[in-house]
């Protein structure tokens, strides 16, 4: 369905959780951010459609590429945008999250974007301010634009993803990707496997409408796409893997397990990796399966798309 063919407005005050997407908001998005991303390989960029709005991007967690993502994004579209980071956070001086809140809403931005590493900071956020908010990541629960990404990404090398086989591999149990790249790839009615080993597995995964494994050389078996995670050895306790090297020789993706999937099957990663555990350099490198910098490519479109969106300025406005 494609732009002129129907008229729909986008719903949603904020991005909180992919799982309050439906399939037109997704049509909607990816329409915009296809847009989006043939303007941003020319060399004028700039789609000024946010002009005079202000984005914040209040992180209360490292980052560096969602971060960077979500200000070229806004910067492209217009927008007056403000880095807030954790460490110069007045929490730090013992204010609360919501005086935190409070005082950003005073400021009178239009636009937040959060990352913060309690499940539900996002919602929190919009709940006390009202302002339009979008989830950047909180704790292991989710991050809605990763996982839009994710299935732009899968949709622009696949097609329509219904049917495909889409193995995600690794530390699923500490993933915030891994539960929002769920909840789409099952809206897409995609044939999802989870693998890792039992210790990085959700005790229940097997509701989560996937199927589960414990062999890498199994999940990715027929597969059309093999998503790699992080391990997130940050929010581990000890013992849940053995050691890295052992993780590597029982998990690690590399060409020779890969030849196990179909032959046109592409590697994801959501970034950043660690090389030679998660995944081998030579395949992380090798730009015939790899299209990991096409997901970064494709962050920057789709987050163009979601404000534009979220600010009422996005595609609806040019639709009869």
């Not at 539900?120 to 908010?133: H, K, P, V």
Request: aromatic share 4%; proline share 3%.
């Amino acid at each position: 369905m494609g732009q002129g063919e129907y008229s729909y407005t986008f719903p949603h005050r904020g991005l909180i959780a992919a799982s309050a997407l439906n399939r037109v908001d997704l049509e909607l998005i990816f329409d915009s951010a296809r847009a989006h991303l043939t303007r941003n390989r020319t060399e004028d960029k700039k789609h000024p459609s946010l002009k005079g709005l202000t984005v914040i991007n209040l992180f209360f967690e490292a980052s560096t590429r969602t971060l960077a993502s979500f200000e070229i994004a806004a910067k492209r579209l217009g927008a007056d945008v403000v880095n807030f980071s954790a460490g110069n956070a007045s929490l730090k001086k013992g204010e609360t999250l919501a005086d935190t809140a409070n005082t950003l809403a005073a400021m009178q931005p239009d636009l937040l974007v959060v990352r913060h590493q309690s499940p539900g900071a996002a919602d929190f956020f919009q709940r006390t301010t009202g302002i339009s908010t979008i989830n950047a990541g909180d704790g292991a629960n989710e991050h809605p634009t990763q996982a839009l990404l994710d299935l732009f990404t899968l949709s622009e090398h696949l097609g329509d993803v219904g049917g495909k086989r889409i193995a995600i591999v690794g530390d699923i149990l500490h993933s915030r990707v891994a539960r929002s790249n769920v909840a789409l790839l099952s809206l897409m009615n995609a044939d999802i496997r989870l693998c890792g080993p039992a210790s990085l597995l959700p005790a229940d995964a097997d509701r989560w409408g996937a199927s589960v494994f414990h062999s890498v050389e199994a999940a990715i078996e027929g597969c059309d796409a093999v998503m790699v995670l992080r391990l997130q050895r940050e929010r581990m306790s000890s013992g849940l893997i053995p050691s890295a090297r052992e993780y590597a020789a029982i998990y690690g993706l590399d060409h020779a397990r890969l030849s196990l999937a179909n032959q046109d099957c592409i590697v994801m990663h959501p970034g950043p990796m660690n090389r030679g555990i998660e995944i081998t350099s030579a395949l992380a490198d090798d730009k015939g399966v790899s299209v990991i910098l096409d997901q970064v490519e494709a962050g920057v479109a789709v987050r163009m798309a979601v404000l534009e969106l979220l600010a009422g300025r996005g595609m609806q406005e040019m639709m009869p």
